[in-house]
């Protein structure tokens, strides 16, 4: 157990709907990461938040793609219109070395 | 682009053997170098990191790092068959706000056969 919750642990929607999905990390950790991995590939970088501040974003992440950090404490990341393509393991991350369990979304 | 680059594999090794797993990356301004541990269907698990060239020994796990060649490896003496995972390098990101954005390779899968 990393100390790092995520919440729902699976999500099977349809495409065009939204997904909301919540990170829970260890209190004392400012930093917080979110990743995506697919099969096959390693976690690939979405954003980052040094406690509330969302600092860096991946490029590769389109407008549907939105991230939350209120109070500095637990982390949301919406998918707005989720395409197939979205598909994925999300994985949140606290600094490097704590992985959350990950939400494994499915887009029909 | 930043590159991490990993044999997928599968590597396999009998157990008690050394498995040897291999790790390039291409931004030569990279500090942190790390090794993470994946079982099917898990979260990754850090495993080690190494700042300093050389040799980074923990347990049954080493880590060598060798900057000029932009080379790191991870070492596993003893394998046992459950050490079978995938194996992740991650390299930090150095562009952007964050020093410890990591850049993944996309790992090698590692049997441990009995």
């Known amino acids: 157990d990393t100390g790092v919750s995520q919440d729902p642990r699976h999500k099977i929607t349809k495409r065009g709907q939204n997904v909301t999905f919540r990170c829970d990390p260890i209190s004392e950790h400012n930093r917080l990461y979110w990743y995506r991995q697919t099969l096959g590939q390693g976690p690939e970088f979405l954003t980052y938040?040094?406690?509330?501040?969302?600092?860096?974003k991946s490029r590769l992440l389109s407008d549907r793609f939105s991230a939350e950090r209120p109070k500095g404490s637990f982390s949301t990341l919406e998918i707005q219109r989720t395409e197939q393509g979205d598909s994925a393991m999300y994985l949140c991350?606290?600094?490097?070395?704590?992985f959350g369990p990950g939400t494994r979304l499915t887009v029909l | 682009q930043k590159e991490v680059e990993q044999n997928s594999g599968p590597l396999s090794v009998p157990e008690g053997a050394i498995a040897s797993l291999n790790c390039t990356y291409s931004?030569?301004?990279?500090?942190?170098f790390f090794w993470y541990r994946q079982y099917s269907g898990k979260s990754p698990e850090l495993i080690m990191f190494i700042y300093s060239n050389g040799d980074k020994e923990d347990g049954r796990f080493t880590a060598q790092l060798n900057k000029a060649s932009q080379y790191v490896s991870l070492l596993i003496r003893d394998s046992q068959p459950s050490d079978s995972a995938t194996y992740l390098c991650?390299?930090?990101?150095?562009?952007?706000?964050?020093?410890?954005?990591?850049?993944f390779g996309k790992g090698t899968l590692l049997t441990v056969n009995p």
């Open positions: 991650a390299v930090n990101d150095m562009s952007g706000g964050s020093n410890y954005k990591l850049t």
């Open positions: 931004d030569r301004g990279s500090q942190s």
């Open positions: 938040f040094q406690n509330e501040a969302q600092l860096e």
């Open positions: 991350a606290a600094d490097t070395q704590y």
